[in-house]
């Protein structure tokens, strides 16, 4: 995850802190529901995390439909392509493999690892 540095004006000087956009942890591989929009209620497996923009790739979710045009050079044919759109971070939510259910997570250190857990069985996420 690609943490941002933000400069803050204090009557000292100027001072740095380091958050992490949008507050929220996912990796790929990751199962998430989709929690608003058009897709609401679908379930999928994050492609690509693209932490510039706080967005994500899920798979089978925010299909939209691109006009191509042909390039027979690269053998490229044009068309209608239907293919799959970035969704913003806060519009999905992970789901626990143990309990199956769609929950918020916590961050502890368990035998010196930071792991990812889930709020709702206290079970450890990360593999």
């Known amino acids: 995850m690609q943490i941002e540095v933000v400069g803050v004006k204090f009557r000292h000087g100027v001072h740095t802190y380091s958050f992490s956009?949008?507050?929220?942890?996912?990796?790929?591989?990751?199962?998430?529901?989709?929690?608003?929009?058009?897709d609401k209620g679908k379930m999928?497996?994050?492609?690509?995390?693209?932490?510039?923009?706080?967005?994500?790739?899920?798979e089978g979710v925010n299909i939209v439909t691109k006009a191509q045009k042909a390039n027979p050079m690269a053998g490229i044919q044009g068309g209608l392509n239907k293919i799959e759109a970035p969704l913003n971070a806060?519009?999905?939510?992970?789901?626990?493999?143990?309990?199956?259910?769609?929950?918020?997570?916590?961050?502890?250190?368990?035998?010196?690892?930071?792991?990812?857990?889930?709020?709702?069985?206290?079970?450890v996420i990360d593999i």
């Open 44 to 58: 999928g497996n994050v492609k690509e995390v693209i932490t510039k923009d706080s967005k994500l790739l899920v």
């Open 90 to 123: 806060s519009k999905v939510m992970v789901v626990c493999p143990s309990c199956e259910k769609a929950t918020r997570i916590k961050h502890e250190i368990k035998d010196g690892k930071k792991v990812r857990v889930c709020k709702k069985c206290n079970e």
């Open 21 to 38: 956009p949008n507050g929220k942890d996912y990796k790929v591989g990751d199962r998430v529901v989709v929690t608003s929009g058009k």
